[in-house]
């Protein structure tokens, strides 16, 4: 995989968490006010925890892209 694909595959997976917790968060606050019973709580809180994992995911890897890129340019110094 190259840089930018992984670049864009984690800032992909950010938005997707995003999107998702805040989703997971609007339906934890319809349950706990009572406005809609028939949601459940329990799946909203496991997704979020999962979106959390994705989250971590996503931003290790910009964290790695972002080395790569540092390496790859004091590669490219030496070389010059």
Same mark, same amino acid.
């Given at each position: 995989m190259d840089i930018a694909s992984a670049f864009h595959s984690a800032t992909a997976g950010l938005q997707r968490a995003d999107q998702e917790m805040q989703r997971n968060a609007e339906t934890v606050a319809r349950v706990t006010a009572?406005?809609?019973e028939n949601e459940d709580? !329990? =799946?909203a809180l496991v997704e979020s925890t999962q979106n959390e994992t994705l989250a971590r995911a996503s931003? !290790? =890897?910009v964290q790695s892209v972002d *080395?790569? *890129?540092q390496t790859l340019g004091r590669i490219l110094d030496t070389e010059a």
């Amino acid at each position: 995989m190259d840089i930018a694909s992984a670049f864009h595959s984690a800032t992909a997976g950010l938005q997707r968490a995003d999107q998702e917790m805040q989703r997971n968060a609007e339906t934890v606050a319809r349950v706990t006010a009572g406005v809609d019973e028939n949601e459940d709580l !329990n =799946t909203a809180l496991v997704e979020s925890t999962q979106n959390e994992t994705l989250a971590r995911a996503s931003v !290790n =890897t910009v964290q790695s892209v972002d *080395e790569a *890129e540092q390496t790859l340019g004091r590669i490219l110094d030496t070389e010059a």
